[in-house]
């Protein structure tokens, strides 16, 4: 029964990939007054899921980038095209602000799965 546990791994790489796309957001607030930066985004986490939206990365030798299989996946940041300020800026605060908001709850939700994923399992196990 518990031999496959794909519920704690799914869970594992949404709060790494909101942590990720948070990370993207903070440089494009830190770069809204800078002529000519282009706002960025990740991929969605559906898209990474299904196997889109990834830039795979070779691994040169065994357990490189800590890749059992010598490949590592990791999502690829995008531009974002939205119209630019006069001084060729993409970015918009307010837009940024509410993508913040988005991963914050994205990762909330990764951690709630996590959380009743070892619930489940402690009370299987007997001990919940």
């Known amino acids: 029964m518990f031999q496959d546990l794909d519920m704690f791994r799914l869970s594992s ?3 790494a990939h909101a942590g990720q796309r948070q990370g993207v957001i903070a ?3 830190a770069n809204a007054d800078t002529p000519g930066y282009k706002a960025r985004d990740i991929s969605p986490f559906a898209d990474i899921v299904r196997g889109e939206g990834l830039s795979v990365l070779r691994a040169t030798r065994p357990r490189h980038l800590d ?3 010598g490949r590592i996946s990791t999502a690829r940041v995008r531009e974002e095209h939205v119209a630019n300020s006069p001084n060729g800026n993409s970015v918009g605060l307010e837009e940024e602000m509410l993508r913040a908001v988005e991963v914050r ?3 909330d939700r990764a951690l709630a799965i996590y959380r009743n994923g070892l619930s489940i399992l402690r009370t299987s196990l ?3």
Do not use: S
Request: glycine share 14%; hydrophobic share 35%; no cysteine.
């Open 67 to 69: 890749a059992p299989d």
């Open 13 to 15: 790489a949404m709060a």
């Open 105 to 107: 709850r994205q990762h």
């Open 126 to 128: 007997g001990r919940g």
């Open 27 to 29: 440089q494009n607030i």
